[in-house]
Structures are given as structure tokens and as C-alpha cells.
């Protein structure tokens, strides 16, 4: 079997020009960056006729090394097409951290992979290092701004805007600015964040188009006065230059699968750490143009579903018409205590006992009404024994389950989960969400921790709950939760796998990200800017003295 780097080299890609034609889209509807990637230009018109259905695919939680969430969304894509159901794929564009840290590249894998694979996860288009720039330039003009008449009383301690890179970077995480004397500017303590953490990337995924973003931009709290008021963006004046900044890198970009699925990829937050989407623009504009349109959301449900649900669906306005939740038996098994060396070897009774984590996840999406089917994400380890046992759990409980053999077989390896899918998308459903957003945040967060992760109660710490009381009196209170959580547990330890139960789940501070329109909650000892492995995949890449052959990135 080919490495995915050699599937990925031998692919015989069409102009871009052929696969937006796909969509409907003509030459003047789309941006070229070379022959296999272009931007779309918006507005689009909404094709008439379309069904607009949309299918969200999400995972259990994960081991260390990813399920392959990605490469089963990709070959559904396809395979939904291979049907003869005019599908398009929404996903999140790859940050440069997790691919040269623990992860590797990012765009599916085997023959289910997302193609020009290398442009896709060095540079592509531009739009992290343009939301990089347009962070970092908003950092100088507020230091700038203080150091010099600062006519709003800035309090260069109460800053909370931080500078931010698309790299792991543990060194970055606390900073001092300022040395060398008063020339050098104010002498203050701050940090970076992971580009994909940012505000500016949130917002830029849930903007409905170019003047919501500016909007949005207007409304970053940077930080606070002497006498503790908010002060935004507009109120700096500083809201266009930004805005300029980013004018390009809020459309979408499009390329396609190894099978020619129209693709398109846009934005990149982790969902760990953010809210885990790709952008609303993206994901809209996939509807607008499409029958169906399957997207993702990062990690395992408990992150990235949820917030899908309770942020990105309420600015795009539609719920998902059928859920795909991504199982491996490796994952099971690792859920049940088998350590990660050990993984291929066949193990009923740790996957008997890590079935309680999928079981939870299903719950959990069947309590926000959805139709829902589990997809067997197939390893060459799998025993049949195991499978039997994974499927027998998915029958015991009503739930749809179909194996899917994606990395092997690409979209005919997801024939059968397509025709479930397709099956449940046209079925009528009745969304509930998790929580109600007139609820205060503390009622929001205990919602989220007691009835989705399983919590006994919620343990705020004494600064969590003055910020909880001052947002509240600001008139904050009514915006949703995105809570800053480990990938690896429903709890805040990343250690208690499985479905843990009647824990107490800490809540340490309190972020506002207002031109976002959420409230991030940090949880644990999760950061916003990740460090590198002791063998990160940087490591293992190499390029040829041509600069034409690179090997290691996937």
C-alpha cells in the first residue's frame, strides 16, 4: 500500500476552473492562486432546486495519534457523490503548529485526501499568516496607543489582547514587552497565542460577510481602563486598518478531493482550545451551492459538536439534518485503558469497557434531537470479534452503524455509511439545544459540564466568579459558552478516559471575546498556546535539493 504522500504525488488533479464549474460557479466567480486552488468570490447566489441539507461529522474522544476523523468525512464526501448526490465538503484549513508539532499534515489521508495536500497545509492561501499579521499589527497600535496620549485611560495591566504565531511555541506563552527604556515603550507582561486560538479567527469564521466582520472587529474588548470599563476596537479607532487586513482572507478557498469533490476549506480554530468550525462563509456558501454539504467539527463531540451546535448554528442559522460520529476500535480500546503501544492487539474486554465513551457521545447527540450514525473508522488491526462487539452496541441501543474503510478505499469504502446518511438527512428532525442562552454564564457552563461532560458540579475558581459577576453587570451574560478543555476526557483531566462520572469540573478564569460572540471558559491547565513533542513531526521532514520532492509532511 502507497504512503499517503505517494497517493497524494500521483493524483491527476483538474484546473480549478473545472471544479468550481462543478458548483456553478464561472471563471469570475473565483480567484486562481495557481492551477489547483482559488478563492471564491462573494457574495454567490444560491442555486435554486438545491436540497441544502447539511451533515455534520464529529468522533469520540481521540487517542494521542487522531482517528481519522478527516479522511472519513472526505470519502463520505465522495462516496455521496460516487451515488450520484451532489455533495460538497466544508472543512478547516490546517495551522502549521499541530503539522510540524505531534499531528502531521492535515487533509485527510490514503484515498480520502484533500488535494494539492502540500500547498494545503504550507501557506496555501495565506489566510493564517493574514490573520497572524492583522493580530500582531492590532498588539503595536495598542502599545502604541499607550505609550503615548492613551486619551481613554487605558491600563497597561489590564490589557488582554495578546500577540499571536501559527507555531507551537511554549517559550511565547508568557512574555515582557517593553525593555530598554521608555523609547522601547511601556514595560508590561503579556504572552502569544496560537494563531488558531485567536479572536480574529473566530471571528473571521463566524462573520456572515465582509461588513459583520468589520463589526465584529469593532467589538473586541482589548482591554480596560483605570476604572475597569471595557475598551474596543472602535473605540481605538483601529477597526478598518484591521479590517484591511483581513479582506482577502475572508473568502473561502476551494480546491478538491483525490475523486474531484469540490472542497472547500476555510479557517482553521482548534477546538480544543477555540470553537473548533470552519467558518460560517464557507459552510454557507457550500449550502447555498450544493444538495448536500458535509463539514466537520474538531476533536471529539464533547468539543467540537457541541460548540457547532450552541455557537457556529446559531449565526448560520441551520442545525445539521444528520450527524456522522467517528469510532475506532483503537480509540475504544484506548478509552478502556489499553496503552498506545498496544493498540493493534485484539482486546474485547478493554473495548467492552471503553464503549461507556461511545455511548456517552451518542447520548449526548441524540439529546439535541439530531439523527445520528456511527462510523467504524477501519484499521488493518481491527479483529472481527471487536467489530461485531462495536457493532452489536450501535444495534442494542437504535443507533445506525456502518464500517468505513475510507483510507484504503476512498469513497467506495464509504458507500454504505453514504446511503445511511443520505437516508437520515431526508428524515425531519427536531434540534434542542444544550442550554438556554438567557440563562446566566454560571447556569451555561454547570449546563455544560453536568449534562454534557457528566460533571457532579461545576468548581469556579475566586476569579472565575468576580469575572462571572462583572460580565454579568456589563451585560454579557447572554452570549454562549466555549469552554477550553482537554481532547482526551470528557472531564478536565486528560488522564480520566472513558465516561467519567460525578467529578467536580474547574473553571479557573474567564475569557471575553466579544467580536467572537462568545465567552470562553478555561478549564483545568489547558493553554492557549501548545508546545512542541520531544520528537516533533518537524523532525522527520525533509526536502530535496531542488525544492520539488518533500517527504515526512504527511
Excluded at 466537520?296 to 445539521?320: H, N, S, Y
Amino acid at each position: 500500500m502507497p504512503t499517503d504522500i505517494e497517493i497524494a504525488d500521483a493524483a491527476k488533479m483538474k484546473p480549478i476552473q473545472q471544479i468550481a464549474a462543478k458548483l456553478g460557479l464561472g471563471e469570475g466567480e473565483i480567484e486562481q492562486y495557481g492551477r489547483y486552488k482559488a478563492k471564491i468570490t462573494l457574495p454567490v447566489a444560491e442555486t435554486p432546486a438545491k436540497k441544502h441539507k447539511l451533515v455534520l461529522v464529529t468522533a469520540m474522544n481521540p487517542t494521542p495519534a487522531g482517528e481519522g476523523k478527516s479522511t472519513v468525512m472526505i470519502g463520505l464526501g465522495d462516496a455521496m457523490n460516487q451515488l450520484g448526490h451532489q455533495t460538497t465538503i466544508a472543512m478547516r484549513e490546517p495551522s502549521m503548529g499541530p503539522v510540524f508539532g505531534i499531528k502531521g499534515g492535515a487533509a485527510g489521508g490514503g484515498y480520502s485526501q484533500v488535494v494539492p495536500m502540500e500547498d494545503i497545509n504550507l501557506h496555501f492561501t495565506g489566510d493564517l499568516h493574514a490573520l497572524t499579521s492583522a493580530n500582531n499589527t492590532l498588539a503595536a497600535l495598542i502599545d502604541n496607543y499607550v505609550m503615548r496620549d492613551n486619551e481613554l485611560q487605558l491600563d497597561p495591566e489590564r490589557i488582554i489582547w495578546r500577540r499571536v504565531e501559527d507555531v507551537n511555541d511554549r517559550v511565547l506563552r508568557d512574555v515582557v514587552t517593553g525593555l530598554g527604556g521608555r523609547s522601547q515603550g511601556i514595560t508590561r507582561q503579556t504572552g502569544f497565542d496560537i494563531t488558531a486560538a485567536s479572536e480574529l479567527m473566530a471571528i473571521l469564521c463566524l462573520a456572515a460577510d465582509f461588513a459583520d466582520l468589520k463589526r465584529r472587529i469593532g467589538r473586541i474588548v482589548v482591554g480596560y481602563s483605570y476604572d475597569r470599563q471595557p475598551i474596543t476596537v472602535d473605540q481605538l479607532g483601529f477597526t478598518d486598518a484591521i479590517a484591511i487586513l483581513l479582506k482577502d482572507a475572508i473568502k473561502p478557498n476551494l480546491v478538491q478531493t483525490l475523486d474531484h469533490t469540490p472542497t472547500i476549506i476555510h479557517g482553521g480554530p482548534f477546538a480544543n482550545i477555540a470553537h473548533g468550525c470552519n467558518s460560517v462563509l464557507a459552510t454557507k456558501t457550500a449550502l447555498q451551492l450544493s444538495d448536500y454539504t458535509v463539514t466537520e467539527a474538531g476533536f471529539g463531540a464533547d468539543l467540537g459538536a457541541e460548540k457547532f451546535l450552541d455557537i457556529k448554528r446559531r449565526v448560520l442559522g441551520q442545525a445539521p439534518d444528520a450527524v456522522v460520529l467517528v469510532a475506532t476500535i483503537r480509540s475504544l480500546k484506548y478509552n478502556g485503558g489499553v496503552q498506545r503501544d498496544n493498540l493493534t492487539e485484539e482486546n474485547v474486554a478493554a473495548l467492552e469497557r471503553g464503549l461507556a465513551n461511545l455511548k456517552r457521545h451518542i447520548k449526548n447527540i441524540q439529546g439535541f434531537g439530531l439523527p445520528l450514525v456511527v462510523a467504524i473508522n477501519h484499521f488493518v488491526s481491527d479483529t472481527d470479534a471487536e467489530i461485531k462487539t462495536v457493532e452489536g452496541t450501535c444495534h442494542q441501543l437504535g443507533v445506525n452503524v456502518a464500517l468505513t474503510d475510507a483510507w484504503a478505499k476512498g469513497g467506495q469504502g464509504a458507500q454504505e455509511l453514504a446511503r445511511q446518511v443520505v437516508e437520515l438527512a431526508d428524515q425531519p428532525h427536531a434540534f434542542q439545544p444544550l442550554y438556554d442562552y438567557d440563562q446566566t454564564i454560571e447556569e451555561k457552563i454547570t449546563a455544560i459540564a453536568t449534562k454534557y461532560y457528566g460533571a457532579k458540579r461545576v468548581v469556579f475558581a475566586k476569579k472565575a466568579q468576580r469575572q462571572m459577576k462583572r460580565y454579568e453587570q456589563l451585560g454579557w451574560g447572554k452570549l454562549p459558552i466555549c469552554v477550553a478543555k482537554t481532547q482526551y476526557s470528557f472531564s478536565d483531566d486528560q488522564s480520566a478516559l472513558g465516561a467519567p462520572t460525578d467529578f467536580d469540573f474547574h473553571i479557573r478564569g474567564l475569557v471575553p471575546k466579544m467580536g467572537a460572540g462568545f465567552i470562553v471558559a478555561l478549564s483545568g491547565n489547558m493553554m492557549t498556546m501548545p508546545g512542541l513533542a520531544k520528537h516533533p513531526a518537524a523532525v522527520d521532514m525533509t526536502i530535496s535539493d531542488d525544492g520539488k520532492k518533500i517527504t515526512g509532511l504527511f
